[in-house]
């Protein structure tokens, strides 16, 4: 069966300091990946897409920066935290389709504070 | 663009009450799909349903119902016989079959609180 990690749960960080989340995905090949973000009592936005290693679509212009250095291995980063990069950080993976249709499944989350 | 609205922040219901979450979206696709998903107090959130756009069927699922209206563009989600372990945040996305998007477009979510 199909599991997604993700990892830290949950981080603290000071403004101005590197991110680096992780997420992988076991038992698929060839995933669609996606980092969304959560902030506070907020819906869900979207911030990153890849269809394949190396290939990275990016949503929102802002500091943040995604890489997909293997094929089930996607990584979210910044160079430099901002107060307003704080929020709920979920992983996604999809079946590679064609057509958009295919469901989303969600790794646990990381819960991002800069302070 | 695909919008997806969802007009209630958060509902408040005691157990075994009905509850109504509403959704409506806006794409100007003829072939997309909807779905719902629930985010338990944990994080993770979990796919409840997905519904394509040529399907305009109800679809129920033992306490949980979907009535899909391509006429009014809402896809809502009723919850019968609430209980406490449905309190979450539910989550209604959309996604255009043939854009070069491949991602879903997420509503801003409803809170549900069941009282016991």
């Known amino acids: 069966s199909q599991t997604i990690h993700q990892w830290p749960a949950t981080l603290v960080q000071p403004v101005g300091s590197p991110l680096s989340l992780e997420c992988t995905v076991e038992g698929t090949s060839n995933p669609n990946l996606y980092w969304y973000r959560q902030a506070a009592g907020r819906g869900l936005q979207l911030l990153f897409y890849s269809v394949g290693i190396g290939q990275i679509s990016s949503e929102v212009p802002q500091n943040l920066s995604a890489s997909r250095p293997q094929d089930r291995q996607f990584i979210l980063s910044s160079k430099k935290l901002l107060l307003s990069d704080s929020g709920f950080y979920l992983c996604?993976?999809?079946?590679?389709?064609?057509?958009?249709?295919?469901?989303?499944?969600f790794g646990s989350g990381t819960q991002l504070s800069v302070l | 663009a695909q919008k997806v609205t969802q007009a209630q922040t958060e509902i408040s219901v005691v157990e075994k009450e009905d509850v109504t979450l509403d959704c409506v979206y806006e794409t100007r696709d003829t072939t997309y799909y909807l779905f719902w998903y629930k985010q338990p107090p944990s994080g993770e959130l979990v796919f409840l349903i997905r519904r394509n756009s040529f399907d305009e069927q109800n679809e129920i699922s033992g306490r949980y119902s979907w009535n899909f209206q391509k006429s009014t563009s809402s896809f809502n989600f009723t919850i019968t016989a609430s209980q406490v372990v449905d309190s979450a945040v539910y989550f209604c996305a959309l996604s255009e079959a043939y854009t070069g998007r491949r991602a879903l477009t997420f509503g801003s979510g409803t809170r549900l609180q069941v009282q016991p």
């Open positions: 996604a993976w999809s079946v590679r389709a064609v057509r958009t249709n295919e469901k989303l499944f």
